[in-house]
Each structure stands twice: as structure tokens, then as C-alpha cells.
């Protein structure tokens, strides 16, 4: 399929560990973003990159947190010496181009969980 | 900022009766909704926007902006239809227009 693909799709790691999480959007899609989804909740904005751009990380939670697109495709979002509250589903999705009333496509997410 | 919310977490209805998924958001701009929806075991999909004016899967939502409102509906509810709703918004310009913010989401489930 051509969808967005992540992975792992579930990772679990000690507190204090850093873990880092893979996305691969549509080919061609140039705006990425990364959601955060904890248990019970809708997804939260996390950042956003248009190529290789970071344009927005405004809804990174700290500065843990640590977004890359370094050739315009595929992305990773690290989180370094991890803590319990990180435990969620993490989301990323794509788009054509950036901008409103841009239909964005998401992947499955990778469930993270952190003893 | 924007805000979404879902009022109901859950929802129950039997098959051919009628649904409706209530959504409400508090922007002061021209806001772009959508409605996503996660079947059990499948990724986040979007089910509609307000913009195109379709109806899929049999569901319709109206942007209502005096009620600040954007409910989905259906006539008859299908068993097919259970998963999780979530109702969405984006900025219609200007700044950070390329976010969704999310509603909590809203269980739909369709008793035979």
C-alpha cells in the first residue's frame, strides 16, 4: 500500500532510555506532521515540517522531544531520557502541500509505553 | 486557540435509528471542520469536511457558525458504523492553518 507507515508499531522502554520513532509518509507529500495521542484523549499537535523544513514545534512538550526530516521524507521524532508521561500513541501524518482544508493521511501510530 | 469539543464520550444506538454526534469549537476565525473516524484495528481516517458539502457513508455534518457547531448525522445507523469519532478543526488562514486540533472523540457503537 502507498499509506504512511510507521514503526515500531509498539515500543516499550525503561524510563530514562531514549527511544526514537520512524515515519515514512506518501511519496510526494510534502507537509509532516506528528501527533501525540495519550490514553482517552483526540491527537495533539506535536510539530510540523513542510520538506525538510521544521516549521512548527510549538507542540513539543519539552526539550526531550526532538523532531528530523533531514532529506524531505522520512522522519524521526526522538525522545530522550523518557518518563512515565510519555507513554501514548504517537501519530504522524502527511499531506500534499501545507495549509488549511489539506486532507492529512495518518499512519497507524507506534504505541509507546514506559515502565 | 482553538478549542473542539465532543460532549459525549460514548454513544449507543440500535441498528436503523437515527445518530447524531455532537461537536462544538470556539474559534474567532473562519474555521475548516472534519470529521475522522478509527475503526476498530484501522488507522485514523478522514470521513468528511465541511468544505466539500458530501455526504459519505450515508453521514452528513452542517457547519452551523452561529451555533459554533458542526454535528455529524445519519438518518439510519449501521452496525458497520461503530468506531471512534473525532471531530476536527483548522484554521481556515493565517497562522499554524496546517494543525488539526482534535475533540476527545466519541465512541459510537450499533446494537443489533
Known amino acids: 500500500g502507498a499509506g504512511v507507515s510507521q514503526s515500531p508499531r509498539y515500543k516499550v522502554a525503561k524510563r530514562g532510555q531514549d527511544v526514537a520513532l520512524r515515519c515514512d509518509p506518501i511519496s510526494g507529500h510534502v507537509s509532516l506532521f506528528w501527533y501525540q495521542q495519550a490514553l482517552g484523549q483526540g491527537p495533539e499537535f506535536l510539530t510540523y515540517f513542510q520538506n525538510e523544513a521544521q516549521l512548527d514545534k510549538s507542540g513539543l512538550p519539552s526539550d526531550r522531544f526532538f523532531a528530523e526530516r533531514p532529506e524531505g521524507s522520512v522522519s524521526t521524532l526522538k525522545i530522550q531520557r523518557t518518563q512515565q508521561e510519555d507513554s501514548a500513541v504517537y501519530l504522524c501524518?502527511?499531506?500534499?502541500?501545507?495549509?488549511?482544508?489539506?486532507?492529512?493521511?495518518f499512519g497507524d501510530g507506534t504505541r509507546l509505553s514506559i515502565l | 486557540a482553538q478549542r473542539v469539543t465532543q460532549p459525549e464520550k460514548l454513544l449507543s444506538v440500535f441498528k436503523g435509528a437515527p445518530v447524531e454526534l455532537k461537536c462544538n469549537y470556539s474559534?474567532?476565525?473562519?474555521?475548516?471542520l472534519f470529521w475522522y473516524v478509527q475503526y476498530s484495528r484501522q488507522r485514523l481516517q478522514l470521513l468528511l469536511r465541511h468544505i466539500s458539502r458530501e455526504s459519505i457513508k450515508g453521514f452528513t455534518a452542517d457547519l452551523n457558525k452561529g451555533e459554533t457547531s458542526f454535528h455529524l448525522k445519519k438518518p439510519f445507523a449501521q452496525e458497520e458504523d461503530s468506531a471512534m469519532y473525532y471531530c476536527a478543526l483548522q484554521r481556515g488562514s493565517g497562522g499554524s492553518n496546517y494543525k488539526l486540533t482534535f475533540g476527545k472523540g466519541t465512541l459510537l457503537t450499533v446494537n443489533p
Open positions: 501524518a502527511s499531506s500534499l502541500v501545507g495549509g488549511s482544508n489539506q486532507p492529512q493521511h
Open positions: 474559534y474567532s476565525g473562519s474555521p475548516e
